[in-house]
């Protein structure tokens, strides 16, 4: 299996930008499908975006598409996301996760990293 550890989350200005990474250890990482997901305060975990193994596709939700990237790093084990022109809506706990296929729930999470975007 695969260990998942986000880190690059904090307190940002509306309008401003952060950079969550997530280093991943154990199992060979470019076999994973990665994603990032969110949960605000008193709200489901929702999907922010996802990668295929290769890098070359990507997802996005609606409510981040154009504003946010998803990047992967094979050779530095690293999976990261790019939040620019941040939104109080965008207060979440972060989580980076990892699924063995490209369909179905992912099987690996981290623990999550606090972002909080403020007016």
């Known amino acids: 299996q695969v260990q998942l550890v986000e880190s690059g989350g904090g307190l940002v200005q509306a309008g401003g930008s952060l950079r969550l990474s997530c280093a991943a250890s154990g199992r060979t990482f470019s076999n994973y499908y990665m994603g990032w997901f969110r949960q605000a305060p008193g709200k489901e975990r929702e999907f922010v975006s996802s990668?295929?193994?290769?890098?070359?596709?990507?997802n996005y939700a609606d409510s981040v598409e154009g504003r946010f990237t998803i990047s992967r790093d094979n050779g530095k084990n690293a999976v990261n996301l790019q939040m620019n022109s941040l939104k109080l809506e965008d207060t979440a706990v972060y989580y980076c996760?990892?699924?063995?296929?490209?369909?179905?729930?992912?099987?690996?999470w981290g623990q999550g990293t606090q972002v909080t975007v403020s007016s």
């Open positions: 996760a990892g699924r063995n296929s490209p369909l179905g729930g992912y099987n690996y």
């Open positions: 990668i295929s193994k290769d890098g070359v596709w990507t």
